[in-house]
Each structure stands twice: as C-alpha cells, then as structure tokens.
C-alpha cells in the first residue's frame, strides 16, 4: 500500500545543518578524522549546580504534569530574569513555558497565522524561520541583510516589503548564523516601521549572552512601552546556560497570543518535561559564573580564528559581535579550489579535507559558509589549517 503524505510536509526543505551533520558521523563511522564544524550547541556540559537541581526534584517525587503553560515557579524566574536583564515587567499570564526556543516559535507561527498570512524574515535566517511559517500555512516574505551592512537590514528595505498579508517580522539579534547584533538605534527605526504598520514583531534572542568585545545586547521591547506590546520575545537555556537537550525556553508578551499558544501546547505537548523545569529555575536563580566562563572561551576562540580565517586565499569574513558563529564569504575559495559553487565547496571539503561547515545556502546566503567555534581551540586551529591548505593546494 502507498501511503499519501499531507502536502505541508512535501513543501519542506530539509535541515542543511542535520544533513552536514550526518554525513559527518557517517565518515567518522568510516574511520575518517572529520572535525565537524557545523554544531549549533554549546561544547561545555551543562553547570553541575544545574544539574543537581534536576536530580533533587526527580528524587523529591516532582515527575509529574506541571500546567500546559510551565510551572508557576519558573514563570516567576523568568519574569524575573526579564526584570533584572531587560527592565522589563512581564506578568506570570505573559509567559509560556515551551520545549525550547524553537517550539515556542513553532506553536507562535501556528497561533498567529492564517493561509496566505505573510511573515518578514531578514537573509540569513536560521534555517527553521521559513519552515515553520510554511507549516502554519504563511508564506515567508524575504529581505537581504547586504554583507556590506553587517548582515543587518534597513528600515527602508522592511517597509519595501510589508503588504496587506505582513503579520510579523523577526528579529534575531545575536544572529544565527551570522552573530551579528543590531543596536539599540537600528533597533528603534525597525521598530518604528513596525509601530506605523501594525506588525508584530518577533524578537528571538536566543544568544542573548553570547556577546563579545563593547557590543552590548538590547531587546526591542525595552526600547518603549509602545514596542514592548507589539513584540513576542523568545528565549530560553539552550545556548546562555549550554542546556541545548533539556529543551526548555520561553516566550513572552500579549497575554491572548500567550494564551492562545498555552492553549495549543496543552493538545499537542501538554508540558515541557518537569524535572528540566526545575533545572531552568536552578539555571536563572543561581551562579551566572559559567554563563561568563562559557562567553569568556567563546570570544578567546573567536579573536584567534576569525583572523587565521581572513588568512585563507577566497575568504572575506566580518567579524561577528555575539553567538558562535563566522560567516565567511567563500565564493571566490570555491572558485580558486575549481568548484563550481559554495555548496560543493563545502561538500569537497569534507570529503578531502575532513572538516564539515554548513553551506550557507541553507540560510538564504548561497556564497557563504557557516562555521561554529563551539569546539576546542586545537580543533579549531587544525579546521582552519586543513581549509587554508586545501584551497592553496587547489589553487
């Protein structure tokens, strides 16, 4: 019998950084030294105190439902956070509790949008933005951040693209994949646009503390009261507090979108899992020195491979200002190394230098690479040899 599949899942464009990922494993398995430069996760484990926290409420009995939405306790942790960081006031009802950033995300687009209902995305986007609009049944609507421009787009280019079908914008500052961060000036003309037009705007700040040198993080929503009520917010562990498998994050904002999406996770998850909960609280209440240890490494990383990567003939990398990842322009590598494009590049690489990057294509941005420094500064280094000498022995 040939099952029919629902054409929702037919428009997909599969994870290019899943797909890198496991063709990496499968050379690995072959007995090949691939150093796999595609991770979107941390490479520390996560904080012992984290941890026990988890391990304490398994062993007080708390293995339970929590309320669809989270539980009271870390709502109140995460207004609390959002007060402390931000400045912000957010009530309990203002919270979801989401099984990670991209859930909340997910169930966001499935509340929020209609058939046809358009939602503004900057290139380079993460490569799960378009997807998930498409199987809420919208239709992402594309704007290029120009490299020349740090990735970052201008209010003139989002006004150009609102129409009578725009619900939202996202915002993803620190960016994946480019780790670039936009200002609180850059900022508040954005959010003008999206004041006079009436669009929510989507603020992902998953990278929140990952950030490096003078920048300095801002959410939209602390700019003005006026922009705070027209902005979600999404966060979570995964990436401050390198808890990327307990799979929890948050999103904040209008209480009836809050609603709506507590409403659907109650028929499609009913919870996020209760002991991760318990470690999330752990994770905001407690120590923030591994947090600073984690971001410390990560920038020590960067200042040594961003600089080794401009080195290699073809390559043109701005330097990011938060996450970890560059995003190097290699069009004119993979035309010195005789490939006809950046994802062969990218798939040659692999196969005959044994390094694994994620070609940029996946993110809207087909001259580009993404590479992650989430791993040791030895590996690092000896990635960054074996690209450097495979394009000089093929040029």
């Known amino acids: 019998m040939e099952f029919q599949l629902a054409s929702r899942v037919g428009a997909l464009t599969p994870s290019s950084t899943l797909a890198i990922t496991a063709k990496a494993k499968e050379l690995k398995a072959q007995g090949k030294d691939v150093i796999g430069l595609g991770a979107g996760e941390p490479d520390f484990n996560t904080p012992q105190h984290i941890i026990d926290a988890a391990v304490k409420s398994m062993n007080e009995g708390f293995t339970k439902y929590t309320p669809s939405g989270g539980l009271p306790e870390l709502k109140k942790v995460i207004a609390s956070k959002l007060k402390r960081d931000q400045g912000l006031e957010y009530k309990p009802n203002e919270i979801i509790v989401t099984n990670g950033a991209k859930h909340g995300l997910y169930t966001l687009f499935q509340v929020l949008l209609n058939d046809g209902d358009e939602v503004i995305i900057p290139i380079p986007y993460w490569v799960s933005y378009p997807e998930q609009v498409k199987l809420a049944g919208g239709n992402p609507v594309y704007v290029e951040g120009l490299e020349q421009n740090y990735f970052k787009i201008t209010p003139e280019q989002l006004k150009e693209k609102i129409s009578s079908r725009t619900r939202a914008v996202i915002i993803n500052s ?55 009520e027209q902005t979600i917010i999404i966060n979570g562990v995964s990436k401050s507090h390198s808890m990327t498998g307990w799979r929890i994050g948050y999103a904040a904002g ?111 941005a087909p001259d580009n690479l993404r590479l992650s420094y989430a791993t040791s500064l030895d590996q690092l280094e000896e990635a960054i040899s074996r690209i450097h000498q495979f394009v000089n022995g093929r040029s």
Do not use: W
């Open 174 to 228: 620190p960016s994946n994949p480019t780790g670039m961060v936009y200002s609180r000036e850059e900022l508040k003309a954005l959010g003008d646009v999206c004041l006079e037009k009436g669009i929510l705007i989507i603020s992902d700040e998953i990278y929140e503390k990952l950030i490096y040198g003078n920048t300095q993080h801002v959410s939209i929503a602390e700019i003005s009261e006026d922009l705070k």
């Open 254 to 364: 209008n209480n009836k979108i809050i609603n709506a999406m507590t409403d659907l996770a109650s028929h499609s998850t009913s919870n996020p899992t209760t002991p991760a909960q318990y470690a999330s609280i752990a994770a905001y209440n407690g120590s923030q020195e591994a947090v600073e240890m984690m971001r410390t490494a990560f920038e020590e990383r960067l200042e040594i491979i961003h600089a080794k990567l401009n080195e290699i003939p073809g390559f043109s990398c701005v330097k990011p200002q938060g996450a970890f990842y560059l995003f190097p322009n290699a069009k004119e590598a993979a035309r010195l190394s005789g490939c006809k494009d950046v994802d062969e590049f990218a798939e040659v690489l692999l196969t005959e230098a044994n390094v694994a990057v994620v070609p940029g294509s996946g993110f809207g």
